[in-house]
């Protein structure tokens, strides 16, 4: 790992109508868009789709870290994350962020043990701590 601190830089470009080209240096431009509940088309990615992603990419990607560096097998790990918007004080924000993780394991494996994997990967996610919303994690872990 790099030393900290870690600078992320995005260039966001709008133009009075349009999808806004989301880029940074080295990666694959992204659109986004205003997603459907604020009149936008719903077919792009928008910044409050951007936001709920970023919190189940960062659990799912904890979590391989996690589980190689603990040398815990597991074949799949699916992951579903939403987040509530809400008015609070007369402003929008996040409130809550629910994930629901599937995770899929060898026979033999101890399912406790996964457990305890998939709760450490989400308690000390990155992109969650850095919020104020409510979080939970319900999970599922299936032999098989």
Not at 14 to 29: I, K, T
Not at 67 to 80: C, E, G, H, Q, V
Not at 106 to 128: F, H, I, M, Q, Y
Request: aromatic content about 8%; glycine content about 6%; hydrophobic content about 40%.
């Amino acid at each position: 790992m790099h030393p900290f601190p870690h600078r992320y830089i995005v260039n966001a470009v709008v133009r009075p109508v349009g999808d806004v080209p989301l880029a940074a240096e080295g990666m694959r431009v992204i659109e986004s868009a205003p997603p459907k509940e604020f009149d936008g088309p719903g077919n792009q990615w928008s910044p409050e789709g951007l936001f709920t992603a970023s919190v189940a990419d960062c659990f799912v990607l904890n979590f391989r870290a996690i589980a190689t560096a603990s040398k815990f097998a597991w074949t799949n790990l699916d992951a579903r994350t939403q987040g509530t918007l809400d008015r609070v004080d007369g402003k929008m924000r996040f409130t809550r962020f629910d994930t629901h993780a599937r995770l899929t394991v060898p026979a033999g494996v101890d399912v406790e043990r996964a457990k305890k994997l998939l709760e450490k990967a989400e308690s000390t996610c990155l992109v969650a701590n850095s919020l104020t919303s409510e979080r939970y994690l319900t999970m599922d872990v299936v032999v098989g």
